[in-house]
Antibody, heavy 123, light 105 residues
Framework: EVQLVESGGGLIQPGRSLRLSCSASGFSFGDYGLSWVRQAPGKGLEWVGLIRPTFYGGTTEHAASVKDRFIISRDDSKGIVYLQMNSLETEDTAVYYC??????????????WGQGTLVAVSS | DIQMTQSPSSLSASVGDRVTITCRASQSISNYLNWYQQKPGKAPKLLIYAASGVQSGVPSRFSGSGSGTDFTLTISSLQPEDFAIYYCQQSYSGRTFGQGTKLEI
């Protein structure tokens, strides 16, 4: 069974840094890309960024709203993907989900999701 | 960046109704379009991939169509458990979600 478990959320002051982790199990971790998606309270889903499988170089893409502040990385030996969040702003307050990307003839589908971890940025 | 626009933003319907939600992309995205369902306090769930593929385990009353810039999600006969928020998402360039459609009783 595919499982994704996020951790590391909490209350943090503006300007500080926080690192989220997503531990994966039940599939060949290195063969898949992973994305982070966030949802501010009462709002819709916002894609944050992705990291490709290692055989595609493990390259990353980030949404414009977090580019230069957020960094995604992966440790295939541990089956963990990280989201390093720097210079946090109150607008970054959200539930952060880790998702697995399943490739399908060019399309990339978020086929499994974690339960989410809440990040609250406030002074 | 590719923008995704869903309509309507909210929709009232009854059990047994046929419902259609529309998603429009700001440029052609081929069929790289997916649909998700989200219930309160839960993570989203994949319903439809590549515009018309039904995810395993999803009831057959859910279907998707479209290509290029215009896509639809159809629920053929609403069931009580279908009242939720629905999102479209493109993966043609980066990833973008629509703003969501709230389906209410």
């Amino acid at each position: 069974e595919v499982q994704l478990v996020e951790s590391g959320g909490g209350l943090i002051q503006p300007g500080r840094s926080l690192r989220l982790s997503c531990s994966a199990s039940g599939f060949s971790f290195g063969d898949y890309g992973l994305s982070w998606v966030r949802q501010a309270p009462g709002k819709g889903l916002e894609w944050v960024g992705l990291i490709r499988p290692t055989f595609y170089g493990g390259t990353t893409e980030h949404a414009a709203s977090v580019k230069d502040r957020f960094i995604i990385s992966r440790d295939d030996s541990k089956g963990i993907v990280y989201l390093q969040m720097n210079s946090l702003e109150t607008e970054d307050t959200a539930v952060y989900y880790c998702t697995r990307e399943r490739p399908h003839y060019g399309d990339n589908v978020f086929d499994h999701w974690g339960q989410g971890t809440l990040v609250a940025v406030s002074s | 960046d590719i923008q995704m626009t869903q309509s309507p933003s909210s929709l009232s319907a009854s059990v047994g109704d046929r419902v259609t939600i529309t998603c429009r992309a700001s440029q052609s995205i081929s069929n790289y379009l997916n649909w998700y369902q989200q219930k309160p306090g839960k993570a989203p769930k994949l319903l439809i991939y590549a515009a018309s593929g039904v995810q395993s385990g999803v009831p057959s009353r859910f279907s998707g169509s479209g290509s290029g810039t215009d896509f639809t999600l159809t629920i053929s006969s609403l069931q009580p458990e279908d009242f939720a928020i629905y999102y479209c998402q493109q993966s043609y360039s980066g990833r973008t979600f629509g703003q969501g459609t709230k389906l209410e009783i």
